[in-house]
């Protein structure tokens, strides 16, 4: 990647430069300063005592607060704030860059890890455009970032409640460029160079078609005419130099979706295997007898289980008070269809709730038939008696 000058000037300009970028003349972008952070979730339990977890860890660790730019109320903050721990690592090649030594883990309290590698950016938009391809299921970094959640799991295990690495990752790239050149106003640079912009959102080298570009840019959020910030499913690409707010909501929202996804297929092996309890048929003298707890008591710790992490997801950040943020995470949500899962988790617990009531009456209408039999045998019993000779009536 070409290394030109670094120009550590602002955005802001004058009307020339406008002029300048808007033109089919003008010269090529070329990425003066810029950071891109490669994220990457895992679920590494039901839930996680932070207390107990920080106390682990020796160095490297301090509580993660959403660091406001703009005036907010206190009160829009993580509850729990997640415990992030630094730590030193060997650079990852990623094409012709590396990543930085500093690796960045965030914990949550809902029993996941958020990994995140730094990666300079500067250079032509061409590129970034490398980069996003390269950092599409790059092999290198889902390696790297899976052993040190393994790592972390171990320091922190007495921590966490039910402790095990997930097989499902979720993957988000975030590039923040804070200066170009030439220098131009956000809105003239994603007017001008809309297919670059919309091939690295989409890590696609091939030429997008208009209503693609139109899709991977039409979440577009800005709190000044000198930002702005284009979200899509796979990335999200900001136009600012201040970003330590925006991008904390960007990661929390890819970690709910690891978690909303990890769920979902607990829910659907949940709900093989309550359908399996519920129909199978047995002549065992436990069953007869309404004793199959185990099936009853499964079904209710999972039930249990997964609504505690589906609450825990869902609490975890007040969106209250600061509006910005709010819009972010709301469009974050939307683009990661966060609503839908959301709606799927609930139809599936309760549909787990059915099938809990259905083994439990199940269970109670088999005790009361041994019941009924064990009176009509006694009954039974107590006529013949009074027919057999010697005994007393």
């Known amino acids: 990647m070409d290394t030109p000058q670094v120009d550590h000037g602002s955005n802001a300009i004058d009307a020339g430069d406008v002029d300048e970028c808007a033109s089919p003349d003008a010269p090529a972008l070329v990425i003066t300063e810029g950071t891109c952070h490669a994220i990457f979730a895992y679920s590494i339990g039901l839930s996680v005592d932070l207390g107990e977890a920080e106390r682990r860890i020796s160095c490297g660790k301090q509580r993660e607060h959403i660091k406001h730019k703009h005036r907010a109320p206190l009160y829009f903050e993580y509850d729990p704030p997640p415990l992030r721990v630094t730590r030193k690592s060997s650079p990852v090649a990623v094409g012709p860059v590396v990543t930085d030594e500093d690796v960045n883990s965030v914990v949550y309290e809902f029993g996941a890890v958020s990994v995140a590698y730094t990666i300079p950016l500067r250079g032509r938009l061409s590129d970034l455009l490398d980069l996003s391809d390269a950092l599409y299921d790059h092999e290198g970094l889902l390696a790297d970032s899976r052993r040190r959640a393994v790592e972390l799991l171990r320091t922190i295990e007495p921590a966490v409640i039910k402790p095990g690495i997930s097989e499902l990752v979720e993957e988000y790239a975030i590039y923040e460029v804070s200066s170009t050149r030439p220098q131009a106003a956000p809105d003239c640079l994603v007017s001008r160079f809309r297919q670059e912009f919309a091939q690295v959102l989409r890590a696609e080298r091939t030429t997008l078609s208009e209503q693609e570009v139109g899709g991977a840019l039409g979440c577009r959020l800005s709190f000044s005419p000198d930002d702005a910030v284009l979200i899509d499913w796979n990335a999200t690409l900001i136009l600012d130099g201040d970003t330590d707010d925006v991008r904390s909501v960007l990661e ?16 659907d092996r949940a709900l093989r295997e309550s359908y399996s309890a519920v129909t199978k048929r047995s002549w065992r003298v436990p069953v007869l007898l309404g004793l199959d707890a185990g099936d009853l008591r499964r079904v209710a710790e999972l039930q249990m289980d997964s609504a505690l992490l589906f609450e825990g997801v869902n609490n975890t950040v007040k969106l209250l008070g600061d509006q910005y943020l709010a819009r972010v995470y709301r469009a974050a949500s939307d683009r ?58």
């Open 252 to 267: 929390y929202a890819n970690v709910e979706l690891m978690q909303l996804r990890f769920l979902d297929d607990r829910l």
């Open 336 to 393: 990661m269809h966060l609503g839908e899962w959301d709606t799927s988790i609930l139809r599936k617990l309760q549909t787990l709730e059915s099938f809990y009531e259905k083994m439990s009456d199940r269970r109670t209408n088999r005790r009361m038939e041994v019941l009924e039999w064990i009176i009509i045998v006694l009954i039974a019993v107590s006529i013949l008696v009074s027919f057999i000779p010697g005994l007393p009536g």
